[in-house]
């Protein structure tokens, strides 16, 4: 497997908050050419942030769709989202993981703009919302109405 590009960042909250200045709201094309390939590189999971004590850093969105692990991290972030409140356009939000150790304990969200234990918070919901399926299916917005007996 190809080592990722590495993007240097001073820290996840400075890396994510970088393009909340109004001049890039109201005039998208003002942000950096380079910051759009970085995020694309990222996206793709073709980057990694690197922060200054050497930790490296993968974002959710780049996330291989295939294997077990990325599966249930898609869902732990999936119940985070149901948990938290977050902006109806994040679904669901960038999250950015330790790129070596896949830890879900430690877990940055972008959009809250701290740590999460993914793990705990899944047992949160199972122990506030009830089974993990209702949270799941109320997210997707949809009414059940066909009561099949
Ligand atoms: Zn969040």
């Known amino acids: 497997m190809e080592s990722p590009q590495e993007i240097p960042a001073d820290s996840l909250e400075a890396f994510s908050t970088r393009i909340d200045r109004p001049e890039y709201t109201e ?3 003002l942000i950096p050419g380079a910051w759009l390939d970085e995020y694309e590189a990222l996206w793709a999971g ?3 942030l690197r922060l200054p004590d050497g930790s490296r ?3 959710s969105m780049g996330l291989p769709a295939e294997g077990n692990d990325d599966r249930a991290i898609a869902r732990y972030i999936k119940e985070h989202r149901v948990l938290r409140p977050h902006a ?3 679904h669901p939000p960038e999250m950015f993981l330790n790129a070596d150790t896949l830890d879900v304990r ?3 969200c972008t959009e809250c703009r701290q740590f999460f234990d993914l793990e705990a ?3 949160e919901a199972e122990a506030t919302l009830g089974p993990r399926g209702d949270a799941l299916d109320a997210q997707d917005g949809e009414t059940e109405t066909d009561d099949e007996a």
């Open 106 to 108: 430690r877990v940055y």
């Open 27 to 29: 005039n998208p094309a």
């Open 46 to 48: 073709r980057a990694v």
């Open 88 to 90: 109806a356009w994040s």
């Open 121 to 123: 918070e899944w047992r």
């Open 57 to 59: 850093w993968l974002s």
